[in-house]
């Protein structure tokens, strides 16, 4: 049913999750979309990454501690963090107003937020599944979720943000568990794990096969998606839009939805929209274990991610603050080898496949900028960091209700892209 106060046609710019989901939740407002994107189908951040829909671990970056972090891996490429040494005016105008987020205080106010969101990101997933019927990639229960840690010191750590997220509001429902009892589930895991956590309540994706039925549904409702489009600028034309790519294309529409991941900024800054996203690089690969893991398992000391996919398994990791169309530095693939490996057993680590980097769109404080631009025709949808794929059917639910005026979920009060 469309609302009287609903665009008729709406341009959205970026394939990814986050554009995707957003496509979706426009046509269950009656709205003609089409999607461009510069590369295609899931080019960004939305196919190489851990795939994990996981409200217990959905935390705010600015933990306290990562500053710490922080100044020691400016001089450690096998870090976990990498910052390189830069005088890029926008990666320091970042790392300024990220340093000023990573107090105690703001970071427990953050958590707050999170908490909030709860399992509403799961809901927004069964909503699109529930339309889609069987055929389409399913999300998986990770009954349960598991995370491995070298001592029981290393794991207090964790503990203890759980302790915030159920003071702040939130639940999760976990259990304790040792070296031999994580082995008893998961044979793969080595003798450095002596202790772990499991967690109820979580689920997974297969990134790259959701986004591709992901973009079947919504074709199939009518949305056209066109690839090799570079969106160059963007024009409010008083009554409209135009979006204008380069080789001379241009699109009109009602309204456009800004969803480009970590390029967000290019477009968006001329409609008001001031903070930085910046690149928070992150890496993956995949092998083949002899014994192949049923569950995701995360090493939130080495900030190891590990998603089973069928018939390969995905590691993923590292929180690379760079310019965000530098190519694949292979040295990280290399610290993530060096992480991981210690931690399992029965694994060929020579024996890699799909390499890959991709961009998180990271802001200062943490939240996503969702809803209307200075513009009331240009919507931004982006810098969800490292929860995007989380979020992403959440984020399309509240900026479809933002362009057809309808009420929004609660939560997106926090989002003001113009904050
Ligand atoms: C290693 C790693 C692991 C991760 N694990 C998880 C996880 O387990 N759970 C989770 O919730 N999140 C995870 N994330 C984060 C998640 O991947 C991102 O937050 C999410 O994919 C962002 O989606 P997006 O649609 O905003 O951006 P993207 O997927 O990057 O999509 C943006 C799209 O916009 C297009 N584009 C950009 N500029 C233009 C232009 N000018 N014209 C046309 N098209 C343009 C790009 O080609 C791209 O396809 C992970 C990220 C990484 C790197």
Not at 182 to 197: K, M, N, Q
Not at 232 to 251: A, K, P, Q, Y
């Amino acid at each position: 049913m469309v609302s009287a106060k609903a665009p008729g046609h709406v341009v959205v710019v970026g394939a990814g999750i986050i554009g995707l989901s957003t496509a979706w939740y426009l046509q269950e407002h009656g709205i003609k979309v089409t999607v461009v994107d510069r590369g295609g189908v899931a080019s960004g951040s939305s196919w190489g990454n851990a795939g994990w829909l996981t409200p217990a671990l959905t935390l705010p970056l600015s933990e306290p501690s990562v500053l710490r972090t922080g100044l020691k891996a400016m001089l450690d490429p096998a870090s976990p963090l990498y910052i390189p040494f830069s005088a890029d005016p926008s990666l320091l105008k970042f790392l300024a107003g990220f340093a000023r987020n990573c107090t105690p205080g703001k970071w427990r106010a953050a958590m707050g937020v999170f908490a909030e969101v709860g399992h509403t990101g799961l809901d927004a997933f069964d909503e699109i599944a529930q339309a889609a019927g069987p055929g389409a990639e399913p999300t998986h229960p990770a009954e349960p979720f598991l995370t491995g840690f070298a001592s029981v010191a290393d794991r207090d750590a964790l503990v203890r943000e759980f302790n915030v997220i159920r003071e702040t509001g939130g639940s999760v429902d976990y259990e304790l568990m040792s070296g031999e009892q994580l082995r008893a589930l998961e044979p793969t895991l080595g003798p450095a794990v002596v202790a772990g956590i499991k967690i109820r309540g979580q689920r997974y994706i297969n990134p790259p096969a959701f986004m591709d039925s992901l973009a079947e549904s919504v074709t199939s409702r009518g949305a056209t998606i066109t690839g090799a489009f570079n969106v160059v600028d963007v024009r409010d034309t008083g009554t409209g839009v135009e979006v204008i790519g380069s080789e001379g294309r241009s699109l009109q529409a009602d309204a456009v939805v800004l969803a480009t991941g970590a390029w967000l900024g290019a477009l968006a800054r001329k409609f008001g929209v001031k903070r930085v996203v910046q690149a928070g690089r992150g890496y993956s690969f995949t092998v083949v274990p002899e014994a192949m893991p049923s569950h995701p398992i995360y090493f939130p000391d080495q900030r190891v991610a590990c998603t089973p996919l069928g018939d390969r398994f995905r590691v993923a990791g590292m929180m690379e603050f760079r310019n965000v169309d530098a190519p694949l530095d292979p040295r990280r693939i290399k610290a993530i080898v060096e992480a991981a490996s210690p931690m399992f057993t029965g694994i060929n680590w020579e024996d890699r496949a799909e390499e890959w980097v991709g961009a998180r769109p990271c802001t200062t404080d943490g939240f996503p900028l969702v809803g209307a631009s200075r513009s009331p025709r240009v919507h931004v949808a982006g810098g969800h960091g490292m929860w995007g794929i989380a979020l992403g059917p959440l984020t399309g639910k509240m900026i479809a209700a933002g362009l057809t005026g309808t009420t929004p979920p609660a939560i997106m009060r926090h989002f003001n892209p113009l904050r």
